[in-house]
């Protein structure tokens, strides 16, 4: 079945632009996650939805990161006035509520770069 | 908070070699286990997990043994092949069931030479 997936793969944007970056979590996955992987590093954690609602949104930087769920299935991550900083591989990961064992499936990421 | 520490890399092994990467954690609770896979191209998958102590996780020859005691999940291999060239992440979850992030480490790159 399809797995994860994320769009765009790669974004280039400028410093201080608007950019939105997209996640179809498998069907069915209740939960869906948000991680941002920098260069050399392993990903860290940004936010967590169960269904439509943002269940955890510790990670978040700042107040310019802002994610949806309208609908409890597409999510987007939205970044405002971005910065350099904030380039680096976002992964988004689904899985199913009530798993025994918390197993995350993973996207192949969104790359973005901010010149 | 939590945390997970990794073996610093990378790691460059010949074929048929044996393979550790270390991992060792902090938690306050009895956290469930990970170790996920990139492979070059590719997203994180999950390699093989244990969700409590002396648990041993195993897949593709890959294992690993939930320590409490040592607070470690070291990964292990008795054959390395090239196509396990990759870089592997070590992980921990605090909850038991869906809904609790996962805490990384900064991740291994192991090159296995032919």
């Known amino acids: 079945g399809a797995g994860v997936s994320q769009t765009p793969s790669n974004k280039v944007t400028e410093k201080g632009k608007y950019v939105e970056l997209r996640c179809d979590p498998i069907?069915?996955?209740?939960?869906l996650y948000w991680y941002r992987q920098s260069l050399g590093q392993g990903p860290e954690f940004l936010i967590y939805?169960?269904?439509?609602?943002?269940?955890?949104d510790s990670g978040l930087p700042n107040d310019r990161f802002f994610a949806v769920r309208p609908e409890g299935s597409v999510s987007t991550l939205k970044i405002q006035r971005t910065e350099r900083g904030d380039s680096a591989v976002y992964l988004c990961?689904?899985?199913?509520?009530?798993?025994?064992?918390?197993?995350?499936?993973f996207g192949p990421g969104t790359r973005l770069t901010v010149l | 908070g939590d945390s997970v520490t990794q073996m610093e890399g990378p790691v460059t092994l010949s074929e048929e070699a044996f393979l550790t990467i270390n991992c060792t954690y902090t938690?306050?609770?009895?956290?469930?286990l990970f170790w996920y896979v990139q492979y070059p191209g590719e997203g994180l998958q999950l390699l093989l997990k244990?969700?409590?102590?002396?648990d041993k996780g195993s897949n593709k020859g890959f294992e690993a043994t939930y320590r409490k005691e040592t607070t470690s999940f070291h990964l292990e291999k008795g054959s390395v092949q090239v196509s396990d060239s990759a870089v592997y992440f070590c992980?921990?979850?605090?909850?038991?069931?869906?809904?609790?992030?996962?805490?990384f480490g900064e991740g291994t790159q192991l090159t296995v030479n032919p």
């Open positions: 990961a689904s899985s199913i509520r009530g798993a025994t064992s918390n197993e995350q499936f």
């Open positions: 069907s069915g996955h209740t939960a």
């Open positions: 939805f169960q269904g439509t609602g943002a269940a955890d």
């Open positions: 938690a306050t609770g009895y956290p469930s």
């Open positions: 244990a969700t409590k102590a002396d």
């Open positions: 992980a921990l979850s605090e909850g038991e069931t869906s809904g609790s992030r996962l805490t």
